[in-house]
C-alpha cells in the first residue's frame, strides 16, 4: 500500500466511531422534551423589552400625552407615522389625528426614543396579522387602546379551544426568563 | 382433483396477510414522521386524530383525490405499469418470508392443513425461497426503469439511470452477503433459514456479524434509503424516477419504497435476527417486534446520516461491500469445512 492510499484508509477508517457518535446523538435527542409550541393552544409569552404594538399614552387627567411635534414622524426610517397636529380650547397642541401603517413599521422603535413627553411605546402585543392592508393602519383611538389579554390572537383562535398561555418564553434563546414584575418596577 | 375448500382458505390467508401488510405499510409512514419529529426535537403529526393515528388514512383519501397529471410526450402504456411493477415486486416477496409457527397437520372445517403451507406461518414454503426473493426485487428495478423512461422528462431520466445503477451494483452485495447464512442453514428456504436459528446463540447475527452488518448497508442501499436515497434525491432530481407521477400512481411509488422498507426489515429479521424464534412469548409477537425493532433503527439511521455522494456510494459497494462479502463467504466456508 502506498502511503496516499494507507492515509486515505486511516481516513477512513477514523470515521466509523464518528458515525457511531452521531447515532447516539441522535437518539439522545429521541428522548428529549419537543419544544414545539402548539401556536393557537400554547402561546409564547414575549419578554418585556419585545417590540410590538404601539400604544399611545394619556395623562392621568384623561388628556393624550402627545403634542404632535412630529420628531416620531420625521424619525421613522419607513415613514409609517401619519400625524395632524391641532390645538385645543387651552391652546394647547394635539394630534388631531395619529396613524401608524403596522404594515409599513419595522418595529425599530426609534419614534419611542424620540418622543420628548414619553407619549408612546411599544407594547408587548405581536399578533398582528390582518385579512387586508386597510386594516393594519391604525388610527388614534387603537392606539390609545391597551392591548387586552384576551385581544392576544382573537382573529387566530379556534373556537372553543383552550388557550394556555405558556409562560416558558423561547427556548431557542437559552436565556433565564425574568420576571415581568421585576423589570417593571 | 382441486381441493376448492384448500383454495379458498388459501385465498383468504393471503388476503389476511394483503390486508395486514398494506395497514402495516401506511401506519409506517406515520411512525416515520413520529420517529424523524423525535429526533429533531419536535412533536410530529398531532391534529388528526389521537396522537395523530388517522394521519395515513387522510394522506391516503388526499392522494386519492389529487389530480391526474400526467406529461403529453409520455408513453402512454409503460408509464401507467410502471407504478404496478414497482408495486407488485415490492409486496410479492412477502409471500415467502415466515411470520411465525403456525399448526402443522390437522384439519380446519374439514380442509387438511398439511397442503399448500396452510398450517404454516408463512404463504407459500417455496424451498428457493431466497432465491424467489432476490428474482422478484431485481424485477423491481424494471419498474424503476420504465418510470424514468416513459417519463419524457429530464429528471425522471437521470434518476432511473442512477437508481439502475445503484440498485444492479447493491444487488450483488446483498446476494452475496446472506450466502454466508445459507452455507450455516444449508437451505434456501425461508422457513428452514428461521428454523436453524432455534436458540438465541444461534441467531445468525451472532454467527454471521460481518454478513449482518453488510446486509444492513447494502440492504438499505438497495432500497435507496438514507444514506442512499440518490434515486429521490430532491436538491439534484427533483424527486427521481417519480417526479412526473401523481396522485395514485404516485401513492403506489410511495407504498412501494415503504413496502421495500418493510421487505427489508423482516428480511432482516429472517435471516440474522431468528425470525419469530425467540423463548416465552408466542412467535408473532417475538417476530413482529424484531421487524419493528428493525424498522426504528432504519428511521433512526434516517435521522442520523447525511445523503453520501454518488462516487463514494459506487465506490462503496464496488469497493468494500463487495470484497468484505466475498471474505466473509470464505470465512464461513472455511471454518465449516474445518469444523464439519
Known amino acids: 500500500m502506498g502511503e496516499r492510499a494507507a492515509r486515505r484508509h486511516q ?40 417590540r410590538g404594538r404601539h400604544q399611545l399614552l394619556r395623562h392621568e387627567d384623561g388628556r393624550i400625552k402627545c403634542v404632535a411635534c412630529m420628531l416620531c414622524a420625521t424619525v421613522c426610517p419607513a415613514r409609517c407615522i401619519r400625524i395632524e ?64 389579554e384576551e385581544e392576544q390572537g382573537e382573529r387566530t383562535r379556534v373556537p372553543g379551544s383552550l388557550v394556555r398561555i405558556s409562560k416558558r418564553g423561547p427556548r431557542w434563546m437559552g436565556m433565564k426568563r425574568e420576571k415581568q414584575a421585576g423589570t417593571a418596577a | ?27 409506517m409512514t406515520l411512525m416515520e414522521r413520529k420517529v424523524l419529529a423525535f429526533i429533531q426535537v419536535r412533536k410530529g403529526p398531532n391534529r388528526v386524530g389521537p396522537w395523530g393515528l388517522l394521519q395515513p388514512l387522510a394522506d391516503g383519501i388526499k392522494l386519492l383525490f389529487k389530480e391526474e397529471i400526467s406529461v403529453s410526450g409520455a408513453d402512454r402504456i409503460l408509464y401507467l405499469m410502471a407504478p404496478v411493477i414497482v408495486t407488485v415486486c ?18 380446519f372445517l374439514g380442509v387438511p392443513l398439511d397442503q ?12 428457493t425461497g431466497v432465491l424467489f ?44 452477503s446472506v450466502v454466508g447464512v445459507l452455507l450455516l442453514s444449508g437451505t434456501l428456504s425461508l422457513v428452514g433459514i428461521v428454523e436453524d436459528q432455534d436458540r438465541i446463540w444461534k441467531w445468525n447475527c451472532f454467527r454471521q456479524p460481518l454478513g449482518f452488518l453488510l446486509f444492513l448497508i447494502a440492504g438499505s442501499a438497495e432500497i435507496c434509503r438514507t444514506p442512499f436515497d440518490f434515486i429521490e434525491c430532491e436538491n439534484e432530481l427533483v424527486a427521481g424516477y417519480q417526479t412526473e407521477y401523481s396522485s395514485m400512481k404516485f401513492g403506489l411509488f410511495y407504498l ?33 417486534g424484531k421487524v419493528f425493532a428493525m424498522l426504528f433503527f432504519f428511521m433512526w439511521v434516517r435521522g442520523t446520516y447525511p445523503r453520501l455522494r454518488y462516487d463514494l456510494l459506487m465506490q462503496l459497494g464496488w469497493k468494500v461491500i463487495l470484497p468484505a462479502a466475498l471474505f466473509n463467504i470464505m470465512i464461513t466456508a472455511l471454518v465449516l469445512t474445518l469444523i464439519y
Not at chain 1, 439522545?28 to 402548539?38: G, I, K, M, S
Not at chain 2, 415503504?258 to 417476530?287: A, D, E, N, R
Open chain 1, 11 to 50: 481516513e477512513r477508517m477514523s470515521m466509523i466511531g464518528p458515525l457511531i457518535k452521531g447515532l447516539a446523538l441522535t437518539i439522545r435527542y429521541l428522548f428529549a422534551p419537543p419544544v414545539t409550541e402548539e401556536y393557537p393552544e400554547e402561546r409564547w409569552e414575549p419578554f418585556p423589552r419585545y
Open chain 1, 85 to 148: 397636529g391641532a390645538v385645543n380650547e387651552q391652546g394647547e397642541q394635539y394630534p388631531a389625528t395619529y396613524e401608524i401603517d403596522l404594515g409599513r413599521c419595522i418595529f425599530c422603535g426609534f419614534c419611542v426614543e424620540a418622543c420628548p413627553k414619553e407619549a408612546i411605546l411599544m407594547t408587548t402585543h405581536y399578533e398582528l396579522a390582518a385579512l387586508d392592508r386597510r386594516s393594519m393602519i391604525l388610527d388614534k383611538e387603537a392606539l390609545l387602546r391597551p392591548p387586552a
Open chain 2, 1 to 27: 382433483m382441486t381441493d376448492w375448500g384448500a383454495v379458498l382458505l388459501v385465498a383468504i390467508k393471503g388476503f389476511l396477510a394483503l390486508g395486514a401488510i398494506m395497514t402495516i405499510i401506511a401506519y
Open chain 2, 90 to 107: 415490492a409486496l410479492l416477496p412477502f409471500a415467502v418470508v415466515p411470520f411465525g409457527k403456525g399448526i402443522v397437520g390437522g384439519k
Open chain 2, 116 to 127: 399448500w403451507a396452510l398450517g404454516q406461518g408463512v404463504l407459500a414454503d417455496i424451498n
Open chain 2, 133 to 176: 426473493i432476490f428474482a422478484i426485487s431485481s424485477l423491481g428495478v424494471y419498474g424503476v426503469v420504465l418510470a424514468g423512461w416513459a417519463s419524457n422528462s429530464k429528471y425522471p431520466l437521470l434518476g432511473a439511470n442512477r437508481a439502475a445503477a445503484q440498485m444492479i451494483s447493491y444487488e450483488l452485495a446483498l446476494g452475496l
Open chain 2, 256 to 288: 412501494a419504497e415503504y413496502g421495500h422498507l418493510l421487505l427489508l426489515s423482516t428480511l432482516v429479521t429472517t435471516f440474522f435476527l431468528g425470525g419469530w424464534q425467540g423463548p416465552v412469548l408466542p412467535p408473532i409477537v417475538w417476530f413482529s
